[in-house]
């Protein structure tokens, strides 16, 4: 089993959509998580970290939910900018991130 | 947020030749991070590199292979020796500082190897 596992995608969705991706880890003392965004050609850039009550920046929502070591992103009111491959990711001990293997995002006009 | 540049930012290279891989920061960091993305693939960690000591190799990765220098604080070099085509990858530094906010981890703009 994967460490970190999310669903590969594409999820082809229109503009204004709201759309929801989910990871799951399998080490139970991971300690820190989040989502980073890679857009094509680019290096992964952090999109928010995932706190345990759950958190929201904008458009975008992070839920954490230890007990079934589920992570999720939700994005509303998607932009043709979101497009996007989007990377859970996931910090064990010693400052050692493992990266899912990310969900790719297209968003349509 | 911090400025990571690499150097040389893509090659293309024969088999059996090496390629060495720079990483500089704009500030003082303890450790520094190399990872690899193999096309279509997410990152893997390589190695992480500390200042002052060798670096610690993760699971699959070999100092023979991948040898890592650190000679100061804002500065690493990694090394891809005897390649084959199955190094065609990207290879990024990274490493943790403050940004907006919060502590993150922040990558270079990676090195795109080919190897014929």
């Known amino acids: 089993r994967k460490e970190v596992e999310q669903d590969p995608g594409p999820f082809n969705v229109p503009e204004g959509a709201t759309v929801a991706f989910n990871c799951t880890y399998s080490?139970?003392?991971?300690?820190?998580f989040f989502w980073y965004r890679q857009d094509c050609r680019k290096e992964p850039k952090l999109l928010m970290s995932?706190?345990?009550s759950g958190n929201e920046d904008g458009r975008f929502t992070a839920q954490l939910n230890r007990a079934s070591q589920y992570i999720s992103l939700l994005i509303r009111d998607s932009k043709l900018s979101d497009s996007a491959t989007y990377l859970c990711?996931?910090?064990?001990?010693?400052?050692?991130?493992?990266f899912g293997g990310g969900t790719r995002l297209m968003v349509k006009p | 947020s911090a400025v990571i540049s690499q150097k040389p930012s893509r090659d293309i290279c024969q088999r059996g030749t090496s390629l060495t891989i720079q990483c500089q920061v704009d500030s003082q960091v303890t450790m520094m991070f190399w990872y690899r993305q193999q096309p279509g693939q997410s990152l893997t960690l390589i190695a992480t590199?500390?200042?002052?000591?060798?670096?610690?190799?993760e699971s699959g990765f070999v100092i023979d292979k991948f040898p890592i220098s650190r000679p100061n604080l804002t500065f690493s070099t990694l090394t891809v020796s005897n390649m084959s085509p199955e190094d065609s990858s990207i290879y990024l530094c990274?490493?943790?500082?403050?940004?907006?906010?919060?502590?993150?981890?922040?990558f270079g703009p990676g090195t795109r190897l080919t190897v014929l």
């Open positions: 990274s490493v943790w500082l403050s940004g907006t906010g919060t502590y993150e981890q922040f």
């Open positions: 990711v996931v910090n064990g001990a010693g400052n050692m991130l493992t």
């Open positions: 995932v706190y345990s």
């Open positions: 590199a500390n200042q002052g000591s060798e670096a610690t190799y």
């Open positions: 080490n139970s003392a991971s300690q820190s």
